[in-house]
């Protein structure tokens, strides 16, 4: 489904990516791990189109989109929920959620949604008139989860959706990833948290320095040496 | 207590016209970080452009203030198009620079076009004034008074409550974000830049017919667009709203009562005192769109 093959981005003369390549496949739950400053967030940003990259080819269903900008990006079916969250602080929960639709044209469709997201995060509902900013930090995380949601993503990016968060509500945020999935969307996921990230991915990679270091399966890197040393603590 | 009920009268309708050109000036601020030294100049420009439809093409007088009103948006969308959207990356600083070069060539473009002597821009209204118990009001000023409040609403329900406005918003408030909505950030700045500009055009089309139409119009009325601003708190178009009324009744108040001819001044003392105690204007950070 998507496709990154050598593909280079950085901020201005800091080159952040160098030559990363990688894949999600329809329906699949990838995991992108690595230590701070990796490239990580990097990678998404390239994807989503706020960064533009310097070399390399990004493709969707075979279609190049490297370089698009990013309305374009989420117009073909990717939908990118940042670091931090970054819900619109001083716009109510509704507004959040109206601009997670702010492409699609069905009224009836939006609404639907907007329900669903209602019964799903009741949370959301109790609070829709609230200034987002007032929300506590789970609740803007569901907020920004639900937003990327409204845009009726098939491709799904999320940039350490469980940081900052209480355990009861890391546990949450996962169950919400993981049922995201179980619904059909594909699912990218960056993770700080390596071994939450690789229990609940199919498929992950390991970023160093702007390069993929290493890649595999959930288990195979869980089991890997050098990623228990690194990112888990080497106590499992 | 009848004079002050008339200058009551009198300030509300300078504060309608000062809202509209603090709101423009906060506007453009809060959503492109721009320091936007043309606004004066736009308000003189919406000036002449009425005196030029009414008095030169004999254009009707109603149509003439809009015509006025879209010609500075539009010359607002090229400030924006041929001098901004190049410099998105550029510091705050350099932006400031350009900006007064702009103002600088814009104003000396009227004075080139029009001459140095005052114009009068004719009106349908009659000249004498309606009077309702101790207070008279001029038509004139009544129908500019009746005209910035209903740019006031417009503006307000464009910004509450459409899309474009809560993309404007969102756009306000985290452009990168809002980028990732499908917001397309270079038409919203596009967008509140024609805005910010229309919206000083109309007060000076507005005002154009209440007093005369010179080159220089455009300077104090920019010192006091900034003044306004400050006052209301940088970037907060409720702020802008009332620091623009509060400074036309002050005007209209230390004019009336103190001395008419530095009613210009009082304004400023007002600025000066209200930030020696506020330091962060009128309205808190926490209620500002940006
Ligand atoms: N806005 C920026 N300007 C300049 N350099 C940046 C910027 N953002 C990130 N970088 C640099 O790019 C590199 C990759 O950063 P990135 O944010 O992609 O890392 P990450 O893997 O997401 O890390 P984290 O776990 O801290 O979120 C780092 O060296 C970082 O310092
Ligand atoms: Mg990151």
């Known amino acids: 489904m998507l496709r990154l093959e050598g593909v280079s981005a950085g901020y201005g003369r800091i080159a952040a990516l160098a030559e990363v390549s990688l894949e999600v496949r329809e329906g699949e739950l990838v995991s992108l791990i690595g230590a701070n400053g990796a490239g990580k967030s990097t990678t998404l940003r390239t994807i989503s189109g706020l960064l533009k990259p310097t070399t390399g080819r990004i493709t969707l269903d075979g279609q190049a989109i490297g370089g698009l900008p990013p309305r374009e990006i989420l117009a073909r079916g990717i939908a990118h929920c940042p670091e931090g969250r970054r819900v619109f602080p001083h716009l109510s929960v509704r507004e959040n959620l109206a601009m997670g639709a702010l492409l699609r044209r069905d009224r009836a469709g939006i609404a639907g949604d907007l329900e669903a997201m209602y019964a799903r995060f009741p949370r959301l509902r109790?609070?829709?008139g609230q200034a987002a900013g007032t929300l506590s930090g789970g609740e803007q995380q569901m907020l920004a989860i639900a937003r990327a949601l409204m845009s009726r993503p098939r491709l799904i990016m999320f940039d350490e959706p469980s940081l900052g968060l209480a355990p009861s509500l890391v546990e949450q945020v996962f169950a919400i990833v993981r049922d995201i999935r179980?619904?059909?969307?594909?699912?990218?996921?960056?993770?700080?948290n390596a071994m939450a990230a690789l229990q609940l991915c199919d498929r992950a990679y390991l970023l160093e320095t702007g390069?993929?270091?290493?890649?595999?399966?959930?288990?195979?890197?869980?089991?890997?040496?050098?990623v228990r040393d690194a990112y888990l603590g080497g106590a499992i | 207590m009848d004079q002050a009920?008339?200058?009551?009268?009198?300030?509300?309708?300078?504060?309608?016209?000062?809202?509209?050109?603090?709101?423009?000036?906060?506007?453009?601020?809060?959503?492109?970080?721009?320091?936007?030294?043309?606004?004066?100049?736009l308000y003189a420009f919406g000036a002449y452009m009425t005196y030029a439809a009414v008095s030169l093409l004999g254009l009707d007088f109603y149509l003439s203030l809009a015509l006025a009103t879209l010609l500075g948006m539009a010359l607002g969308a090229a400030i924006e198009f041929l001098l901004l959207r190049p410099m998105r990356r550029a510091d705050i600083d350099s932006t400031m620079l350009v900006m007064i070069g702009a103002a600088l060539v814009l104003q000396n473009g009227e004075m080139w076009a029009w001459g140095g002597v005052a114009k009068l821009i004719p009106n349908p209204f009659p000249g004498t004034p309606l009077v309702v118990g101790p207070v008279s009001v001029l038509p004139l000023r009544l129908f500019v008074l009746v005209v910035s409040i209903a740019l006031l609403l417009g503006f307000w329900l464009l910004l509450d409550r459409t899309r474009i406005g809560m993309a404007m918003r969102a756009t306000f408030q985290d452009p990168e974000t809002a980028a990732l909505m499908g917001v397309r950030i270079n038409w919203v700045n596009s967008a509140t830049f024609a805005i910010g500009s229309g919206l000083a055009a109309a007060a000076g089309a507005l005002l154009g017919p209440v007093f005369m139409v010179s080159p220089t119009m455009g300077d104090l009325v920019g010192l006091k667009a900034?003044?306004?601003?400050?006052?209301?708190?940088?970037?907060?178009?409720?702020?802008?709203?009332?620091?623009?009324?509060?400074?036309?009744?002050?005007?209209?108040?230390?004019?009336?009562?103190?001395?008419?001819?530095?009613?210009?001044?009082?304004?400023?003392?007002?600025?000066?005192l209200i930030l020696a105690l506020k330091p962060q204007g009128l309205v808190p950070a926490k209620e500002r769109i940006g």
């Open chain 2, 226 to 272: 900034f003044a306004i601003v400050i006052l209301g708190g940088l970037g907060s178009l409720p702020g802008a709203t009332i620091g623009g009324f509060a400074l036309g009744f002050v005007e209209e108040f230390a004019g009336g009562f103190v001395s008419t001819e530095y009613r210009d001044a009082f304004g400023f003392l007002l600025i000066i």
């Open chain 1, 126 to 128: 109790e609070r829709s």
């Open chain 1, 211 to 226: 390069h993929v270091l290493r890649t595999g399966t959930g288990a195979e890197l869980l089991a890997s040496p050098d």
């Open chain 2, 5 to 41: 009920l008339q200058h009551l009268v009198n300030g509300t309708v300078l504060g309608g016209t000062y809202a509209l050109l603090g709101i423009g000036l906060t506007l453009v601020f809060g959503v492109m970080r721009v320091v936007n030294f043309t606004h004066g100049e």
């Open chain 1, 182 to 192: 179980a619904t059909g969307t594909t699912v990218l996921m960056v993770e700080q």
